[in-house]
């Protein structure tokens, strides 16, 4: 992990935070982008306050320039980027009757578009340093669906298939994993505007849910691989979850 390059979208809370201060710890210099500048800048300053190395740029996912700007500043302020760890999000889920089309748009949105504009703006990159490191959190929803989770589900099944094509496509100097978690302790049920909904996820949360440190393990266990080593898919979820 000393001295790799690691770009991380949704860096500003949840996953994203604790897997860039677990990278950090390792030796890996940072690239942390999302939308809230305020949290980024704040993280970078404790990754530095703790020894670490971390630049951030606001970062909305759904905006292609964006990450290319994010692809970008790593290449200007590191000379390379190796690892590019898609984690942004959103989940406002709710029954397909509620009729929430915004949000369902939002989900396609930073879900499968966020995705596939992170692979537009690194694979050149990767390619032309003949290496390079894609990781993208999927989820558990992506073999399964269940009721009110028809959209978010969806969403993550396209990841799951996007990732694949791109790991077959990738070749042998770019890796390509997908992180599936369960249930983890983050804000994901706050972002359901359906009550009932909102109140069931936040109760199954406290009940089973793992910090998100479980899946920042699982993220540094795939990049710290040797470079012929592909670790394509991890699933982690609670030991309670069915």
């Known amino acids: ?11 500003s809370s949840g996953i994203g935070e604790a897997t860039a201060v677990l990278l950090a710890s390792r030796g890996a210099r940072l690239v942390l982008g999302a939308r809230r ?16 190395t971390a630049v951030h740029a606001r970062t ?13 500043l790593a290449q200007e302020r590191f000379g390379r980027l190796d690892v590019l760890v898609g984690n942004a999000g959103a989940g ?22 966020g995705v596939l504009h992170g692979i537009a703006a690194a694979l050149p990159v990767f390619r032309s340093q003949q290496s390079g490191h894609f990781v993208t959190t999927s989820s558990t929803a992506a ?10 589900a969806g969403t993550k099944v396209a990841v799951r298939a ?46 089973i849910a793992i910090p998100p440190d479980a899946i920042a393990r699982a993220v540094a266990f795939a990049i710290e691989q040797p470079a012929e080593v592909d670790v394509n898919e991890i699933v982690v979820r609670p030991t309670a979850q069915a």
């Open 162 to 207: 996007i990732c694949e094509g791109l790991r077959q496509e990738a070749g042998p100097a770019v890796r390509v994993t997908t992180v599936f978690p369960g249930f983890v302790h983050t804000g994901f049920a706050e972002a359901s505007s359906n009550p009932e909904v909102r109140a069931r996820i936040a109760g199954m949360r406290d009940e």
């Open 60 to 72: 909305d996912v759904t905006r292609r320039e964006d990450l290319h700007a994010l692809v970008a």
């Open 143 to 152: 073999f399964g669906v269940v009721p009110s989770m028809a959209v978010y």
């Open 37 to 52: 500048s305020d949290r980024l800048a704040a993280l970078a300053d404790r990754i530095s306050a703790a020894g670490g």
């Open 92 to 113: 406002p889920i709710s029954p397909l009757d509620d009729l929430r089309v915004d949000e369902w748009d939002e989900m396609v949105d930073v879900n499968v578009k």
């Open 1 to 11: 992990m000393d001295d790799k390059v690691v770009a991380i979208t949704g860096a």
